[in-house]
């Protein structure tokens, strides 16, 4: 085997272990643990968006009710 190879076959276990660590040998990898929090931040971001928009038809209704008060 000539160092070429010999450096080539070390660089792919290198990054067999790095998919390793990547993806998971059997137990949730950080890829699984990432996707997990994108998950959660969605979900917040999508409740969030749904407080907002309640508040903003509250306060237009309020709004409304202090013109029709003043008239």
Request: charged share 25%.
């Amino acid at each position: 085997m000539t160092e070429f190879e010999g450096q080539v076959l070390a660089d792919l276990r290198v990054l067999q272990d790095q998919m390793k660590q990547l993806l998971g040998a059997g137990q949730p990898g950080r890829l699984a643990q990432l996707e997990g929090r994108v998950e959660k931040h969605e979900q917040t971001v999508q409740r969030m968006k749904g407080m907002v928009g309640a508040f903003g038809g509250l306060l237009t209704a309020v709004h409304l009710a202090i013109d029709l008060i003043r008239r």
